[in-house]
């Protein structure tokens, strides 16, 4: 088939096409791959930062994203898309992460919140059903607030004492606590760990720094060079702030109350080892994210500490 010589019309759909906001998009996606980015996060994250870019929802974007893009799109893309280009996390990028189905700010000063510790809220929420049950409940290394937000949404009548040790990233936390209307149930306190805080809370959720310092040239880029590391890395084997905090909990949690954190891969007979020798604390469950991987330590506060059966 021979090609025939574009028409008026036809030239003027070509430079439509062009200049479209899906074209500019699936130009930036072919970018982030040729960065080193894995493909479906690079397609992802192109279209997430054009809509940062547009102010449009994800369904704006899928029925218009054939329309031209407005002026001055391009220039402001195109620099975001170098930040990301950079391994900037995208969330830094676009300055928000959902989580529990809520919209978090999220900024440097805290690490990107992931799905997996969601597993936190659903424990704490299947271990004290009823939605209505006054709670104190203390949450350390708050970071974004995400836990402490998701838990006082879902528990109207919880009081939650959120920690962490950076200024910066519990400012972070009381916008979001602002943002969602629970501000007047959480208690934002600048401290290491547990440290400080007065009994009894009903149970204690944590999402503490786990990744071993050895791991970090094996960390992807985003992660290793770009979060806080003071949120990250916890010593040799990434169990020194869980050994800490562990000891910590059973003078702060009445008897029969919960301490729920997460914690990383491979770490979960560390984790066991670490309740079975705290007096006063019996494991109940090691919990799997969805890729089957133990994540989240689930201990009960008990009289004594004899040795309790879990479920690995």
């Given amino acids: 088939m021979t090609a025939q010589p574009p028409s008026a019309t036809s030239g003027s759909r070509s430079a439509h096409h062009e200049s479209s906001i899906g074209s500019r998009v699936m130009a930036a996606r072919q970018d982030l791959r040729n960065a080193g980015i894995p493909p ?70 805290v690490l990107v919140p992931r799905p997996e510790t ?16 006054p709670l104190r409940i203390a949450d350390a290394c708050t970071g974004s607030g995400c836990v402490a937000i998701a838990i006082a949404r879902e528990r109207s009548a ?20 602002e943002r969602h209307q629970v501000a007047n149930r959480i208690t934002l306190v600048c401290a290491d760990l547990l440290r400080g805080l007065a009994a009894p809370f009903d ?32 010593g040799e084997d990434g169990m020194a702030m869980i050994e800490q905090l562990v000891p910590q909990a059973p003078a702060l949690i009445r008897e029969g109350g919960m301490l729920m954190f997460e914690f990383g891969f491979g770490q979960a007979d560390l984790v066991a080892g670490v309740i079975a020798g705290t007096p006063c604390l019996t494991l109940v469950e090691l919990r799997r994210d969805l890729q089957d991987i133990p994540r989240v330590a689930i201990a009960r506060r008990t009289t004594n500490g004899g040795a309790g059966g879990h479920r690995g």
């Fill in 40 to 109: 479906e996060i690079a397609d992802l994250d192109a279209r997430l930062i054009a809509q940062h870019v547009l102010g449009w929802t994800t369904e704006r974007y899928l029925t218009d994203v054939h329309a031209a893009a407005p002026d001055g799109f391009g220039a402001i893309y195109d620099q975001l898309i170098g930040r990301r280009r950079a391994r900037e996390p995208v969330a830094y990028i676009v300055g928000h992460r959902e989580f529990w189905g809520l919209d978090m700010e999220v900024t440097p000063a």
């Fill in 118 to 133: 969601e597993l936190l809220v659903e424990a704490l929420l299947e271990s004290f059903p009823d939605a209505a049950a």
């Fill in 158 to 177: 919880a009081h939650v004492v959120a920690t962490d040790i950076s200024g910066t990233a519990l400012a972070v936390a009381r916008r979001n606590a």
């Fill in 203 to 234: 149970a204690i959720v944590a999402n503490p720094p786990y990744v071993p310092f050895c791991d970090g040239p094996a960390v992807v880029p985003e992660v290793a060079h770009r979060e806080p590391a003071l949120a990250l890395f916890a």
